[in-house]
């Protein structure tokens, strides 16, 4: 069945960038749909950060979009996240998920900004 | 963008309980509504797409209707594992995705 596995640094320093990577398999990315990130601040509710067609067209929320970057590699079957300039309020749970309703999610990766 | 708006904030039933939590579009999103069961610590679940829709494998209890910018979701009977916090999420073509601020189903 499809999977999806986020991965990447538990603890980013204020100021610098966020670099998270969404494994996916048992689908190819290149085949379809969208891929996107979500995130969960503690205690709150889900924020959709962005998302990337398998063509490569991207879409980002427009609160974040001057800080946001999604990139898909397919050779990899994988797609990424960079968030730059963090500060404590991008302290979150970030979810990687598929579709524009979301049937599959990963885990979910707890990623804290702090110095 | 559209504003999604959940009511009630928090809902207290007991077991057997019907209930309804609503969702409602600052516009028209047509039938391009999600519905999320999340539980604490895990990643939100697909109950419900395209705003009736029923998910494989989700349990026939849970229904959602609506459309144009008025939905709801029913859980017919609630079940002990149905304690949880729901959401809905537009997605509309024509705009950016966005979920509603959630709903918690607690004990009574």
């Known amino acids: 069945q499809v999977q999806l596995q986020e991965s990447g640094p538990g603890l980013v320093k204020p100021s610098e960038t966020l670099s998270l990577t969404c494994a996916v398999s048992?689908?190819?990315?290149?085949?379809?749909?969208?891929w996107g990130w979500i995130r969960q601040p503690p205690g709150k509710g889900l924020e959709w950060i962005g998302s990337?067609?398998?063509?490569?067209?991207?879409y980002y929320n427009p609160s974040l979009k001057s800080r946001v970057t999604i990139s898909v590699d397919t050779s990899k079957n994988q797609f990424s996240l960079k968030l730059s300039s963090v500060t404590a309020a991008d302290t979150a749970v970030y979810y990687c998920?598929?579709?524009?309703?979301?049937?599959?999610w990963g885990k979910g990766t707890t990623v804290t900004v702090s110095s | 963008d559209i504003q999604m708006t959940q009511s009630p904030s928090t809902l207290s039933a007991s077991v057997g309980d019907r209930v309804t939590i609503t969702c409602r579009a600052s516009?028209?999103?047509?039938?391009?509504l999600a519905w999320y069961q999340q539980k604490p610590g895990k990643a939100p679940k697909l109950l419900i797409y395209?705003?009736?829709s029923l998910e494989s494998g989700v349990p026939s209890r849970f229904s959602g209707s609506g459309s144009g910018t008025e939905f709801t979701l029913t859980i017919s009977s609630l079940q002990p594992d149905d304690f949880a916090t729901y959401y809905c999420?537009?997605?509309?073509?024509?705009?950016?995705?966005?979920f509603g601020q959630g709903t918690k189903v607690e004990i009574k």
């Open positions: 999420q537009q997605y509309n073509s024509y705009s950016l995705p966005t």
């Open positions: 395209k705003a009736s």
């Open positions: 998920a598929r579709g524009d309703y979301m049937d599959v």
């Open positions: 516009q028209s999103i047509s039938s391009w």
């Open positions: 048992g689908y190819s990315i290149s085949s379809g749909y969208y």
């Open positions: 990337i067609y398998h063509s490569g067209s991207t």
